[in-house]
């Protein structure tokens, strides 16, 4: 079956560090996409990707990277950890086009805890 | 800025039909409404979405007003699995997701 999935699910680091969190998904969707969801708080995107070399800014893409180098993956790296992006992230897909009428498929998360 | 307002919880008991309200009084005629589902512990998932009329999938029915400035997730006969934060969410051509605070609803057995 397809599915994305995301690595680490938990990751602990110290401010300043370069973090890369990994986002893998085997339904050949075009569009990927990165959230993050602080406590008590809905979805806030980050970045996101509607094909190979296309990544384009989100909300909040301060501090955040992202490169798409095949259909697969998309990793978000953040530069120079902050205690500010401690959160849950959420890598999403979806197949092409009409976004807005795209179903978005999430993998299970990654925690981050900047310390 | 906010394009839709939902209830911060409600609650129902096991096997009873959920009625979880969504106002968007400023939706726009191409907006979308999908409405997704995160449960404790996991990423959000679909459940369901339409534009005018009103549609029926396995998992929910989404009744949508006349006037769509408002529409209505109905849950058949909730299960204690239904226990989640439900996200109302507007979209048109070219925007992506506005995920807001959601309804948190608890299932009761």
């Known amino acids: 079956d397809a599915e994305i999935t995301q690595s680490p699910r938990h990751k602990i680091t110290e401010t300043g560090r370069q973090v890369t969190l990994a986002c893998h998904q085997t339904?050949?969707?075009?569009?990927m996409f990165w959230y993050r969801q602080d406590l008590g708080h809905g979805l806030r995107l980050i970045h996101y990707?509607?094909?190979?070399?296309?990544?384009n800014k989100g909300e909040v893409s301060d501090g955040y990277s992202v490169s798409r180098s095949n259909t697969e993956d998309l990793p978000l790296t953040l530069e120079s950890a902050a205690s500010s992006q401690t959160s849950v992230y959420f890598c999403?897909?979806?197949?092409?086009?009409?976004?807005?009428?795209?179903?978005?498929?999430f993998g299970p998360g990654t925690r981050l805890t900047v310390l | 800025d906010a394009k839709t307002t939902q209830p911060n919880s409600m609650e129902s008991n096991e096997e009873e039909p959920v009625h979880l309200p969504c106002n968007h009084s400023?939706?726009?005629?191409?907006?979308?409404i999908h409405w997704y589902r995160q449960l404790p512990s996991q990423g959000p998932e679909y459940v369901i979405h339409?534009?005018?009329s009103n549609v029926n999938n396995r998992m929910a029915s989404l009744a949508i007003a006349e006037d769509r400035k408002s529409s209505t997730l109905i849950l058949h006969r909730a299960t204690l699995r239904d226990a989640a934060v439900y996200y109302c969410?507007?979209?048109?051509?070219?925007?992506?997701?506005?995920f807001g605070p959601g309804t948190r609803l608890s299932v009761l057995p």
């Open positions: 999403a897909s979806s197949e092409s086009g009409a976004s807005y009428t795209d179903t978005q498929y």
């Open positions: 339904w050949n969707h075009n569009n």
């Open positions: 990707s509607y094909g190979v070399q296309d990544t």
């Open positions: 400023t939706i726009s005629g191409t907006d979308y």
């Open positions: 339409g534009l005018t």
């Open positions: 969410i507007l979209i048109s051509y070219g925007q992506n997701f506005v």
